[in-house]
């Protein structure tokens, strides 16, 4: 796994979220010129600041490193706060049912065919 910033990449997930630097370095909980200092290439992220920045601008680290050019998320976040429901639920198939799994899989293809 590639753990090297794409400042290119960083700028063209930022801008794909319509944010701009400073609702960005915000989310990530930076300083403005910390996250800047990224986007210029002048700092290079931890790996786990990588992760961080990833999830929030909806993208893959892959894609943030040159591994892919797929800018599609292959990680989701869900917490409690945001979202109980589904929390709950991903909580409850986790223990490894892969029945429950697949009877939940196939509910949400059906339902989405539906549309």
Not at 16 to 44: D, H, M, W
């Amino acid at each position: 796994m590639k753990t090297t910033l794409i400042p290119e990449r960083l700028i063209s997930a930022r801008e794909k979220q319509k944010l701009n630097k400073t609702q960005t370095a915000e989310l990530l909980g930076l300083s403005p010129i910390g996250y800047l200092r990224y986007e210029q290439g002048v700092r290079a992220p931890s790996a786990q600041m990588l992760r961080v920045i990833a999830l929030t601008l909806n993208t893959s680290v892959g894609f943030l490193t040159g591994e892919t050019d797929l800018p599609d998320p292959d990680q989701i976040l869900i917490t409690k706060e945001e979202s109980a429901g589904l929390f709950e639920l991903v909580q409850m198939i986790s223990k490894d049912d892969s029945q429950q799994i697949a009877r939940l899989l196939e509910y949400y293809s059906k339902t989405i065919n539906k549309k």
